[in-house]
Nanobody
């Protein structure tokens, strides 16, 4: 399984970006997708998840600004980000959790840098 991530870049405060993650083997019926991020000097943290059934969960600091979605036909998970703030500056990672029966097996995409200038 390979995850191809794209869409990072530099924007000004208040700007928008959309990150995309393509899963080479497709997104299975019981699989979970998520976005995490890691800022310099900080631990990696969860940003948003989308369950197999389409339910979503967001970190408090992005609620109302970020939207996670998936398109199983296109094997893609996206993170739409609006009203970006300097604190959103981080490397963003796509995480794919494949249902392996009794547990999930996790795969990570390469990070993509998001920089928000003030």
């Amino acid at each position: 399984v390979q995850l191809q991530v794209s869409g990072g870049g530099t924007v000004q405060t208040g700007g928008s970006l959309t990150l995309s993650c393509v899963v080479s083997g497709g997104i299975g019926r019981f699989d979970v997708m998520a976005w995490h991020r890691q800022a310099p000097g900080k631990e990696r943290e969860m940003v948003a998840t989308i369950s197999s059934g389409g339910g979503t969960d967001y970190a408090e600091f992005v609620k109302g600004r970020f939207t996670i979605s998936k398109d199983t036909g296109k094997k893609t998970c996206e993170l739409q980000m609006i009203d970006l703030q300097p604190d959103d500056t981080a490397v963003y990672y796509c995480k794919y959790s494949r249902d392996a029966g009794s547990a999930y097996r996790n795969y990570w995409g390469q990070g993509t840098q998001v920089t928000v200038s003030s």
